[in-house]
């Protein structure tokens, strides 16, 4: 009997830990998301600087959220998107509207396809 | 710094393996059944995941070594308690040789050669299959062997002789340091000890390895492996 109540309580932590990392990952990732979706507004209707404020806010974000989706991410996901996020203020300063928007778009994809990789769906399971 | 990355979390890794033995119960790998030693080498498997790979989040590592160890152990539970399920998992024993009659179909099933049968055999100090009563594979894939009453090896019982009942035995002191436990074990007490020490002028960080039985007898190896 107390074998049954170790599994159980083994079991009670692991689904614990693992709906919070679900949660968190979709948690950072609309948060971010929104930010560049936002930026990315912005610059599409002219407003340069609201763009180079919110990308630096996505950037910002983004690196304290890194610390955290470490734990339970491959780290070199989370660098892809790193990489990608990083340069959008530097493109929003130096006005290179097309690459900012491209490097947006990717970045949201790159969003997506992370909180859809981390979804206990059954294309994921098999 | 990946090098120390990879030390801490191999030594983190260590510990819940250990942890994770533990919880798992203990038996030897000889005694294991087929589910659980693959369980074992399933988690040995996933541990170096982590270990040799740092970009590798350490909880990829733990969640499935948890997985299978509350698996492992909801199973070993529910088998203590459903003979039913018990032989679904391990299945059950086969008699090999019935009665001194060879059982061919049983052999076929079990995908058992006649050479394996003679190397199972010798393993266990049987010579002639004709001396065997009874041959059964366990679910664990060891076989019991039953001699035939007149091949098997007379007792002490069977003879009327009356052998020294000396009890249990056990190591009572190991290099330098006492055993409660094992002095429990034998019935004895620290005073009994310090007594036999004294007697013997011996003192206990001489001592490397001292071993009593229920009956009061004991054996002592000072260090430098005097007796």
Redesign the interface.
């Known amino acids: 009997?107390k074998?049954?109540w170790?599994?159980l309580a083994?079991?009670v932590?692991?689904v614990s830990?693992?709906a919070a990392?679900t949660s968190t990952t979709r948690k950072i990732c609309n948060e971010t998301s929104a930010a560049v979706t936002a930026a990315k507004a912005a610059q599409e209707n002219g407003d340069a600087e609201k763009a180079l404020k919110l990308s630096k806010t996505a950037v910002k974000g983004w690196h304290m959220s890194h610390r955290v989706l470490?734990?339970?991410?491959?780290?070199?996901k989370l660098e892809s998107i790193e990489e990608t996020i990083s340069g959008l203020p530097m493109l929003c300063k130096y006005g290179a509207e097309d690459q900012f928007m491209a490097d947006c778009d990717r970045s949201l994809e790159q969003l997506s396809y992370l909180m859809e990789s981390e979804e206990p769906n059954m294309q994921n399971i098999f | 710094m990946k090098v120390v990355v990879s030390f801490i979390r191999t030594i983190l890794l260590y510990v819940v393996i250990i942890v994770a033995v533990r919880i798992m119960g203990k038996r030897e790998i000889s005694e294991m059944q087929t589910s659980e030693l693959v369980v074992m080498l399933l988690v040995s498997d996933i541990a170096s995941i982590p270990m040799q790979d740092t970009g590798q989040p350490l909880v990829s590592g733990l969640i499935p070594i948890a997985v299978l160890v509350m698996c492992e152990i909801s199973i070993s539970g529910l088998m203590l308690k459903s003979s039913k399920f018990r032989r679904m998992i391990c299945g059950r024993p086969v008699i090999v040789i019935n009665d001194g009659k060879v059982q061919e179909s049983e052999m076929r099933r079990l995908r058992m050669s006649t050479e394996d049968l003679s190397e199972q055999l010798r393993q266990k100090n049987v010579f002639s299959i004709q001396d065997v009563a009874y041959a059964i594979v366990e679910t664990n894939g060891k076989m019991s062997v039953i001699k035939k009453p007149e091949k098997e090896q007379p007792t002490a019982g069977m003879l009327g002789v009356a052998l020294p009942d000396a009890g249990i035995e056990a190591v009572v002191v190991s290099d330098g340091v006492i055993s409660d436990f094992s002095l429990g074990l034998c019935g004895k007490s620290r005073e009994w000890l310090n007594g036999v020490l004294s007697a013997k002028f011996l003192k206990l960080n001489e001592i490397f390895l001292m071993t009593a039985d229920s009956k009061g007898g004991y054996f002592i190896v000072r260090k430098g492996g005097k007796l």
Request: charged letters at 5%.
């Open positions: 009997m074998r049954i170790t599994a083994i079991f932590i692991l830990v693992s990392g470490c734990m339970y991410m491959p780290h070199s």
